[in-house]
C-alpha cells in the first residue's frame, strides 16, 4: 500500500500550471484510505484555488491538522470550512490556540458564522491518526510549540514539518524514541529563513550523520539554505516541494 503526500501550498508552484505561490505550507497526506491536510497557508483565497485546480474537495478532508499557530499556517482555514457542509475536525498545538500582540495575532481565528463546521483539539501527547500517520508531541520553541505528522513507512518514519522552529535535531530524536529509528525522510520547511551557511551546513551534518539522504525542503528554508544543503548532501538527496509535486512512499 502506498502513501502519498501532496504540496498544495508553498511560495513555489510548479511552472507552466494554473497553481499559485505564496507565503505560507501546506500539504495533503492520503494513507490508510484517509485525507489529512496539515497545514492551511495564509490566504483562504490561494488555498481554495489550489484545491480547485488539484481536484481536492475540501468535503473530502478527514481532518485538518494545525502544526503551529503562525498566520502562514493557519490563515486560508475559512476556505476548508466555509466550502464544507458537514464539520471536521481540526488538531493542533496548544499554542495554536491564538495570542494577540501589539503587531500581530497569532493562532487559530474562526470567524463566528463558520464556528460550528470545526471541532477544535489540542494535541498534548503522541496522537495516532490511522495506522500508519501519526502526530507528535508539541515540541518548545521560543514564544510557541509546533506538531510535526509522522508518517510510518516500509523503510522507516518519515516526518512532514510545518516550519521546524526547535531545530530538525529535536524532532529527529521525539521520532527516534517512539519509534526506534531515524527518520528516513524529512519534508516542509526548517527554519532557515535568509542565507545561513553556518546553520545550513551544520543541519546537513546532522541529516547525513542519522542517515536521512531524502529531503524534499520548501516554506521557510530559504533557496540559497537549500542550495548550501545541497552541497554538502548532494542533489539526490536534496529536492524542492513546490505546489502540485507529490511524493509516494510504501507502508
Known sequence: MKARILCVYDEGALEATPFIGAKGASMLIEVDGQRTLFGT????????????????????????????????????????????????GILASPSSAGRKGPI??????????????????????WTALSDNLHITPPLPFPGGDECFLVLTTADGPVVL?????CGPEAVAETVRDRFGRDPRAY??????????????????????????????????????????????????????????MAVEYEV
Open 187 to 244: 519534508i516542509g520547511g526548517l527554519h532557515i529563513v535568509r542565507r545561513d551557511k553556518v546553520r545550513a551546513r551544520a543541519v546537513a551534518g546532522f541529516f547525513r550523520g542519522i542517515g536521512c539522504s531524502d529531503l524534499r525542503l520548501n516554506h521557510c528554508t530559504c533557496p540559497a539554505a537549500i542550495t548550501d544543503i545541497r552541497g554538502v548532501l548532494g542533489s539526490d538527496a536534496v529536492g524542492d516541494f513546490h505546489v502540485g
Open 161 to 165: 514539518s510545518g516550519c521546524s522552529h
Open 104 to 125: 500581530r495575532s497569532h493562532g487559530i481565528r474562526i470567524p463566528s458564522e463558520l464556528a460550528d463546521m470545526a471541532r477544535v483539539g489540542y494535541v498534548e501527547d
Open 41 to 88: 497557508g495564509m490566504r483562504s483565497r490561494y488555498l481554495a484555488h489550489n484545491m480547485d485546480h488539484l481536484e481536492i474537495d475540501p468535503e473530502s478532508l478527514d481532518r485538518v491538522v494545525v502544526s503551529h499557530g503562525h498566520r502562514d499556517h493557519v490563515g486560508g482555514l475559512g476556505a476548508v470550512l466555509s466550502a464544507r457542509r458537514s464539520p471536521i
